[in-house]
């Protein structure tokens, strides 16, 4: 899909962004191994999620059926094109997934390979979950996937005991699983998936499983897990967890904050006034915030409830007059990793230059979104380039022009929003990669006020 931005209108109103598609996994997970029946709302019916839920569909019985219809459902949903930002998907009454838990002990040899598709927390935290299952599987994933690296999951979960082979470092993945002893990890490189693997490994394993941070990552593995009650510590970069059997819940999946960071941003470049309601206020998400400001963005937040552990409530976001430049240091790239393209797009506009330092991990994401940032930057008018590992924006603003996305979906949400203040129309390429987090997107922002055109 091919989209052509105008520049010059405003975003107005509230709004509620798609489900997180983080949380979304891993209640997915916890659901389907639960002893018991759970109940799910608000699941993001994005092509990541789908393909966690469908891999669980195959590793389940009395799980299949729910999992497996709402897998096919919210797949025809998004392909077929609806306006999707605030309704629900035709899948089961009032949006609601209920799934029938049987223990994690009852996991069943899948029929074929496990497709991850593009997701790369799908393959790691299953990863995890099949490193304790008396029985061999196969994860794949697509081109992009299949590039990515996965030794830093199988290397500790080997230790644990399990057999995991990559394909030199990187999917398809070969699990066996089988009894498993815990062990204390040392992460060199921060990774809430990683992390969450380990865990979900842990609470399977005879003894201790301890996972120690290099940097604090976001914790909702440990939040899940502890609001079920699971014997979890935590002494600050250190997360200690022990056997453990979860029962069935009931929880409503908040909105993905690094999707209303596209909102956000797409406010102040416009100097608009908007809110995000009932979206995410995880402490390790919202780090974004804390850079906008110093780019002069002022936003307040506002808890209203808790969903499994996990704070809910609003952002509202306050008119921008014009954007600082800010330096991101690279201990806290980790913090902002999902949200550095919209970060840029705002550097762009900047008066003066705006860097993200120690930038490696973004080109190992759903593309090498380092160069793919530079090459976007240019292409829309602006300047930037990659020094090492570190990203430069120049800032003094975009032209307008005409770039990819490159099949990446951050890039795709980045690019338009960053066009919303250009001297010209410009036009962004593959915008229906925008459904792997956020389906719906162009219709979000076109209900606010955007002026986007779908021309292709």
């Excluded at 921008?320 to 705002?346: C, K, N, Q, S």
């Excluded at 962004?428 to 162009?442: D, I, K, L, R, T």
Aim: aromatic share 4%; with cysteine; proline share 5%.
């Amino acid at each position: 899909m091919r989209i052509r931005v105008t520049p010059g209108g405003r975003l107005e109103g509230t709004i509620r962004v798609v489900g997180d598609k983080s949380i979304a996994h891993r209640w997915l997970i916890l659901a389907s191994t639960a002893s018991g029946p759970s109940r799910l709302t608000g699941i993001p019916r994005s092509h990541d999620v789908r393909s966690t839920a469908s891999c669980l569909a195959e590793l389940t019985v009395k799980a299949r059926p729910a999992l497996d219809l709402w897998a096919r459902n919210a797949s025809s949903w998004v392909e077929g094109g609806g306006s999707t930002w605030n309704d629900m998907p035709p899948v089961v009454s009032n949006g609601t997934l209920e799934v029938e838990g049987e223990g994690r002990d009852r996991l069943v040899h899948p029929g074929g390979r496990l497709d991850c598709g593009n997701s790369g927390t799908s393959m790691r935290l299953l990863t995890g979950l099949l490193a304790a299952a008396p029985f061999t599987a196969e994860l794949t994933g697509d081109r992009s996937l299949s590039a990515r690296p996965m030794e830093r999951v199988a290397a500790p979960l080997r230790s644990m005991g399990a057999t995991v082979r990559t394909t030199d470092g990187h999917p398809p993945l070969v699990v066996t699983g089988g009894p498993l002893l815990g062990i204390e990890h040392r992460m060199e490189v921060p990774s809430a998936q990683v992390k969450g693997a380990l865990l979900l490994a842990g609470i399977a394993a005879s003894g201790e499983t301890v996972v120690v941070e290099p940097t604090a990552t976001r914790d909702h593995t440990e939040r899940a897990l502890g609001a079920l009650g699971a014997p979890l510590r935590r002494e600050g970069l250190r997360i200690g967890i022990a056997r453990f059997q979860h029962q069935g819940f009931d929880a409503a999946v908040p909105g993905d904050p690094s999707s209303a960071a596209f909102v956000i941003a797409g406010a102040a470049l416009t100097g608009s006034e908007v809110s995000v309601e009932g979206v995410g206020l995880n402490p390790t998400r919202l780090h974004f915030l804390q850079v906008l400001s110093r780019m002069g963005v002022v936003t307040e937040t506002s808890v209203v409830g808790q969903q499994l552990g996990e704070p809910v409530g609003s952002i509202h976001v306050a008119s921008t007059a014009g954007l600082r430049p800010t330096t991101v240091r690279a201990d806290e790239l980790p913090l902002v990793i999902d949200e550095v393209p919209v970060l840029a797009m705002l550097g762009a506009h900047a008066r003066g230059e705006t860097r993200f330092l120690g930038a490696s991990e973004l080109r190992v994401k759903e593309s090498d979104r380092l160069t793919a940032l530079v090459q976007g930057i240019r292409a829309l008018g602006g300047h930037a380039a990659a020094e090492a590992d570190d990203l430069v924006v120049e800032g003094g603003g975009l032209r307008g022009g005409v770039a990819s996305s490159g099949g990446d979906h951050r890039l795709a949400m980045a690019f338009a929003v960053g066009s919303f203040a250009a001297d010209r129309p410009s036009e962004v390429e593959g915008m229906e990669a925008a459904a792997v987090s956020f389906p719906g997107f162009v219709e979000a922002l076109r209900s606010m006020g955007a002026a986007i055109e779908v021309i292709g």
